[in-house]
């Protein structure tokens, strides 16, 4: 049975250190991972105190430097060690601020890690008071990642800080997103409340709740699989049908089979994007280009349809959908 995998992303600081003790404490005999030389998260610096640490708390396991850089085999490693000082339900990982989220979802999900472990869910932690300096600063780039990689934010804000601004921040890291279709979760988390709870279970499939502004007008079940189809609307705008077909990210797909299945489908003239798993990198399609990209949640196509044309387009979206499905390696 593969161990349940929480990352943790995001510079040092309070938040992020008193989320994981939080969570370390609720979820079932967990193990914490620190990904770096004891910075971020409280504990002994001295590498001559690093089997003290353990003794006192056999959960904990450091790995020195950047996990990106070291690689599947410090990472390997540090799991035989922990499992050989207690049997563990669930690992939560910590990575450092300067740590590269999508490049490390991709070593967990490598053949070398695969077996043994499942990511359930990438979290990303900022500070709220920090976050204009980081986004005017050298850190936007790491920023950027930890936001467009995440499966959910946790914005932490101190108690007195305005609603007019916390709207404002929140604005802020999902102008960081390329595409509102394929934006992160983004919870608020006030200083002196409790934390947000912890992800558990699967990944879903289920089409998630619209936090961009959004609100769900009317949906319709479509034929093809995966596929689903939400009328939305915008203030000021004419609503339009939001057609969404998932899969879950260990599915891995064909890159030019992909790239024929949706030429085919841009023909009919929809407003499309999309980010998909190869065997070789994460590609997301939009504007009529592949490009690499830094989502790791799932892969997930979005159509945006004018409400008068869903009728015409259903046989050519459920050919679509069948036609996805195929690309999957193996199929």
């Known amino acids: 049975m593969r161990l349940p995998v929480t990352v943790v992303a995001g510079l040092a600081g309070r938040a992020k250190a008193g989320l994981i003790e939080r969570w370390r404490a609720v979820v079932p005999q967990p193990a914490a991972l620190v990904i770096d030389r004891g910075d971020d998260f409280k504990f002994p610096r001295a590498d001559d105190r690093a089997d003290e640490a353990a003794a006192s708390d056999p959960g904990l396991e450091r790995v020195g430097g950047c996990v990106c ?16 000082r207690g049997a563990w339900a669930h690992l939560l990982i910590d990575l ?23 990511l359930v869910e990438l979290v990303s932690v900022i500070d709220a008071e920090r976050l204009p300096a980081r986004l005017a600063g050298p850190q936007r780039r790491w920023l950027v990642e ?42 608020v988390w006030r200083d002196g409340t409790p934390p ?10 289920a089409v998630p709740a619209l936090s961009d502004g959004h609100t769900s007008a ?16 915008v203030p000021g705008e004419v609503p339009r049908w939001h057609w969404r077909w998932r899969a879950l990210p260990d599915k891995v797909f064909d890159r030019p089979r992909l790239i024929e299945a949706v030429a085919a ?13 190869t065997e ?9 280009r592949w490009e690499p990209d830094l989502w790791r949640r799932d892969s997930r196509v979005v159509l945006r349809i004018e409400p008068d044309r869903l009728a015409s387009l259903q ?17």
């Open 196 to 205: 947000p709870p912890p992800e558990a279970g699967e990944q879903r499939l």
């Open 96 to 118: 450092n601020g300067g740590a590269h989220p999508a490049a490390f979802v991709d070593t967990l999900r490598a053949p070398a890690l695969v077996g043994g472990v499942r």
């Open 146 to 187: 930890q936001v467009q990689s995440a499966d959910r934010v946790v914005l932490w804000i101190p108690a007195a800080m305005p609603p007019a601004v916390i709207e404002e921040r929140v604005g802020q890291l999902l102008t960081l997103t390329a595409d509102t279709g394929f934006a992160p979760e983004i919870q």
């Open 69 to 84: 850089c070291t690689g599947s085999a410090a990472l390997g490693a540090s799991l035989r060690r922990l499992s050989r």
């Open 265 to 277: 489908m841009a023909q009919e003239s929809v407003d499309m994007a999309a980010v998909l798993r």
């Open 280 to 288: 070789r990198d994460w590609y997301r399609y939009q504007a009529g």
């Open 315 to 331: 046989v050519p979206l459920t050919t679509f959908a069948d036609r996805l499905s195929a690309c999957e390696r193996g199929a």
């Open 218 to 233: 009317q949906s319709a079940a479509f034929p093809g699989g995966q596929a689903a189809v939400l009328l939305t609307a």
